[in-house]
């Protein structure tokens, strides 16, 4: 999202976006943005996203697959009940090989007996459940960058150890034409890395809610041997906070929250030339207009049915930047259509707002 620095883009990123026509480009005013390199069509896919953590929302969570996020019952999947996780009996999944994933991701961590103190949290206030959503996610992005950054350091020993020799064919770009790419974990790591945490730009309250998440987190046994620190997750909760991404079913209705780093790395404008869908947990960046190379690529972050008052206030208080899009200013024929269309009093009046 606009969230993003401008930061040398590594060779695995850089790869994956050259696969589908896409290019980092610095921005003076954004830090930088995602620009097409080919004619991408309407109607076409701009790139795909996987997470790197999910998370259901607790009403849904019997309803979808809790690691694929698909629904049963649609048209394309099978019709047979969700199975429900016979130890926790708090997670349900679609098949068993949804479950084997879920586990060797991490459910093997979270998977436990409810005790009678548990069944209790069920009855906790609204801001409780928040607080063990935040740690859920929380849990799972930090298990997936232990992994990632284990690994690495293996490979840089073991690159190390042979002389250098390993990595001739890293780059990527010998090549003139590149077939697309699917989204390797170095890539997902690569572009959550690069995101923006603002740090004491969040409010008092805030920051404190990031460090009770983070201090919870590290208590778990599964994190005890982490390379990560408590201040390097609460800078992944600074991340979550201005990139994370409401999971939709095919009717629109929120099922849950993921972290999406590819997604997160186009802007956001109020007038945008793609959108964002989902197939079941995997994100879609779809083209809404033919996008011409050298031009940028941008979602909205909000509902831009919103009056311009609405839209800036919300990105402002949670993505902290001032949009300066066409339909956000009056030196263009689409800012003075928009500043026209008034402002919502009607809802303010009312409570909505």
Known sequence: MTTTTATTTTAALQKYLSSYSLALAEDPSKGRKVVATSLIERGSIVTTSQPLGTVPLKAHRNEFCNYCFRKLGASQYSTTPLKRCSRCKSAYFCDMNCFKNAWLSYHQYVCRPKSSDEGEEDDEDKEKDVLSMDVEMLERVALNATRYHKRKAKMDQEEEEGGGSGSSSSNGHDEEHVEQEEESVEVTMEAFESLMDHGNKHSRHVQEHFAKVAQRAMSKTYLEDTPLTQQDLIRFMGRFRCNNFSIYDQQLFAIGEGT???????????????????????????????????????????????????????????????CRCDRCRDDNPVGRIDAMLGEEIYWKRIGIY
């Not at 940028?296 to 972050?301: K, N, S």
Request: hydrophobic share 40%.
């Open 260 to 322: 999406y780093p590819v997604a997160s790395l186009f802007n956001h404008d109020c007038r945008p030339n793609a959108a964002i869908l989902f197939d079941g947990a995997l994100l879609m960046v779809k083209a809404i207009d033919d996008i011409e190379p050298g031009h940028e690529i941008t979602v909205a972050y909000v509902d831009i049915a919103h009056s311009r008052t609405v839209r800036k206030q919300t990105l402002k208080d949670k993505y902290y930047f001032e």
